[in-house]
């Protein structure tokens, strides 16, 4: 066992997802409806990969049956009320310990009794792969899920990388006391500066892997990226709406007005669904999903909701409405600073 490490409250949140999931035995949809029968999926059985090796998870009645990986034979029964007090423990202690990290020793008892021996998974877009029964369709479907949790920091959807560097020209030639002065500014002061002088910032380089992938999105998806990051940085407003609103304003792409907002929305949705359901900026990616099930998210209090990707529209919008622009650590990603007639720009995307 791994135990006797400290966890940061978003990695003992999936064992809580995990534990908390086998526990209700069905996880509450995230969607909006007026049909109370269909805010639940029933779950048939949990699997989580850590270590490459598959750790199967099955409901049976009032227990939760763990198998062996290869066989597929019951080798223990864990009651769910048990699970049930584990899941309220953990919970409890998610929210009350301090420090970044800490351990929580009362987990070791849970974990043997799953036979796991790792807290969190095995690191890409799919923390859990969940079998449920889904009322609107009334068959099963098993998809991955990633985790998603706000009881720690606000946590991201597409993180900081030297790929997600964009690299934009400036119009009109700066002098060396200009761009001096300039550079003692923060990078979002530096280009509403640049601006309001009457420059403007050309994207001319971006990751070619990066660009790959985008444009298995869209054709003008590297572009549209690289003036959704200049949006960010024109304003002091970090929310998707904001960005929207300057996109619409400063229309970068040349769409006609009658219909302008309407084509960013969509193209900016398609990018957050993809990079939500497995786009990576360095990893080759073909256009498939790999969390294709959509997102766990647990929420401050500790609920646990589902937004599945069956729901398209529903789990657009949600990202949409709760993804927002972030900048990391301007010295570690080296940007934010005039070199000549070039700036660096870096992002990510954080929920908010």
């Known amino acids: 066992m791994t135990l006797s490490e400290k966890k940061n409250r978003g990695e003992w949140s999936e064992l809580y997802a995990l534990v908390h999931i086998l526990a ?20 048939v059985s949990v699997s989580r990969k850590i270590d490459r090796v598959n750790h199967v998870f099955q409901i049976a009645g009032y227990n939760v049956e763990v198998l062996d990986t290869s066989s597929e034979n019951v080798i223990d029964v864990v009651p769910r009320s048990e ?23 009362e987990a070791t008892s849970i974990m043997t009794s799953l036979g796991i021996d790792k807290v969190s998974g095995h690191g890409d877009k799919t923390d859990l792969t969940i079998k449920i029964y889904d009322p609107r369709i009334k068959q099963e479907t098993e998809q991955g ?10 946590p991201t959807l597409l993180n900081a990388s030297g790929a997600t560097n964009i690299e934009y020209t400036i119009t ?20 509403t500066s640049l601006y309001e002088t009457g420059h403007r910032l050309i994207p ?66 398609d990018l957050l669904e993809a990079v939500a359901l497995g786009m990576r900026p360095t990893i080759p990616w073909a256009g498939n999903a790999d969390a294709n099930g959509g997102h766990v998210i647990i929420t401050s209090t500790g609920e646990v909701l589902c937004h599945h990707a069956l729901d398209k529209e529903t789990l657009r919008n949600y990202l949409f409405e709760n993804l927002a622009m972030d900048r990391p650590s301007r010295k570690r990603y080296k940007f934010g600073r005039i070199s000549g007639d070039k700036i660096i720009l870096n992002f990510q995307i954080r929920f908010k």
Do not use: C, W
């Open 83 to 105: 699970l049930l007090k584990q899941s309220e423990l953990l919970l409890s202690k998610i929210k009350t310990e301090s420090g970044r990290s800490f351990l929580i020793p």
């Open 145 to 154: 899920f990633s985790i998603k949790s706000f009881m720690g920091s606000k």
């Open 204 to 269: 001319t380089k971006i990751d070619k892997r990066f660009v790959e992938n985008l444009k298995m999105i869209d054709s003008e998806m590297d572009m549209l990226l690289a003036h959704i990051v200049l949006a960010y940085f024109q304003g002091s407003r970090r929310a998707m709406k904001d960005v929207l609103k300057i996109l619409i304003n400063t229309n970068p792409l040349n769409y006609s007005k009658t219909n302008s907002e309407i084509r960013y929305t969509h193209k900016i949705k």
């Open 172 to 191: 009109e030639q700066l002098s060396e006391i200009e761009i001096k002065e300039l550079n003692k500014l923060g990078p979002v002061e530096i280009v």
């Open 24 to 43: 209700e035995g069905k996880i509450q949809s995230g969607a909006t409806t007026d049909d109370r029968e269909l805010l639940d999926f029933q779950v």
